[in-house]
């Protein structure tokens, strides 16, 4: 079933391109179905390619889904005009009083600063409250997924010697786990990230099962035994090229940044990296949703009556 957005997104010529199915919300009105109500809090600065990418791979689904994104209010952005995300994305203000079967919340580039130094701090804290009584089940990514474990569990990120970037192997280590159908017992993750979190500690809490890790690196799945919370610390969603524009965006402002490992053929630059981890994306996103949908109440309204 197609998935349905709000109308005149820009990115929908870009989806239909690659035949991902979407279907606008007012058309959507005259079915009678229930679509899966999917909030997305954009932290991202290029808010188009996260879209791009995040829909992409929630589209990939028989099942309808309604998507709104949604932006922090405290925080001025300074890549994409308000007007449009005035025009596109809502406030937690806007949508306090409904309630949804997802979150996701994406990553940021706030990493060189302590949690509470991040100038939308405060309101984050309030989506997560809030998404606690008003969302069934909730993704994080990256920064975001390290931001809730510490919000959650009080788990601190810890800094690496240097940038971990480029392509990495994770380790498959639960079987039979719902959100790991389909996964080979290895896959490849794109990593680009500063800081990481100890897998000692992520195990030493109950309510959280460590799902796929690096031997090195630590975690890059970590799911809550009810399935409500999944933290994602790797980028699946990334496209073929985003690693390659963040290799040159970072040599270009004279960062000491080192080529990605296992990501250009031969370590050579001008060849097109080999796309290595597509099809685990969609699994995951694909599992997610189906777990959602099999679980969520169909009255969104039992959310908070159950919390």
Request: glycine share 4%; net charge negative; hydrophobic share 35%.
């Amino acid at each position: 079933m197609p998935i349905q957005i709000v109308e005149g997104l820009p990115v929908i010529k870009k989806l239909e391109a690659e035949r991902v199915y979407t279907i606008e919300k007012s058309r959507a009105l005259t079915q009678d179905i229930r679509p899966l109500k999917i909030l997305i809090l954009n932290l991202m600065p290029k808010k188009e390619e996260t879209e791009l990418q995040l829909l992409r791979l929630l589209g990939n689904t028989p099942l309808q889904i309604d998507v709104d994104f949604m932006y922090t209010a405290t925080h001025e952005s300074v890549n994409t005009r308000m007007s449009y995300l005035q025009k596109y994305y809502v406030t937690l203000d806007e949508v306090r009083d409904q309630a949804f079967d997802g979150l996701i919340i994406t990553g940021a580039p706030v990493e060189h600063l302590e949690y509470d130094e991040v100038d939308y701090y405060d309101e984050l804290n309030e989506i997560m409250a809030w998404a606690q009584t008003h969302v069934y089940a909730r993704i994080y990514v990256c920064w975001g997924a390290q931001y809730a474990i510490n919000y959650y569990y009080g788990v601190e990120k810890i800094d690496l010697p240097a940038k971990l970037f480029g392509i990495f192997e994770y380790e498959k280590l639960v079987n039979n786990h719902p959100l790991l159908r389909g996964f080979d017992e290895i896959y490849r993750v794109p990593q680009s990230r500063h800081t990481r979190i100890d897998h000692d500690q992520l195990t030493d809490i109950a309510e959280l099962e460590v799902l796929t890790a690096h031997q090195e690196f630590g975690p890059d799945l970590v799911a809550t035994k009810d399935l409500r919370d999944l933290f994602v610390f790797g980028h699946l969603e990334y496209d073929r090229d985003t690693l390659r524009n963040e290799y040159v965006r970072d040599l270009e402002r004279g960062d000491e940044i080192l080529m990605p490992v296992n990501y250009f053929p031969n370590n050579d630059p001008n060849t097109d990296p080999i796309f290595n981890w597509k099809s685990h994306a969609y699994l995951l996103f694909n599992n997610w949703i189906n777990e959602t949908y099999q679980h969520t109440p169909y009255d969104l309204s039992e959310i908070k009556e159950n919390h």
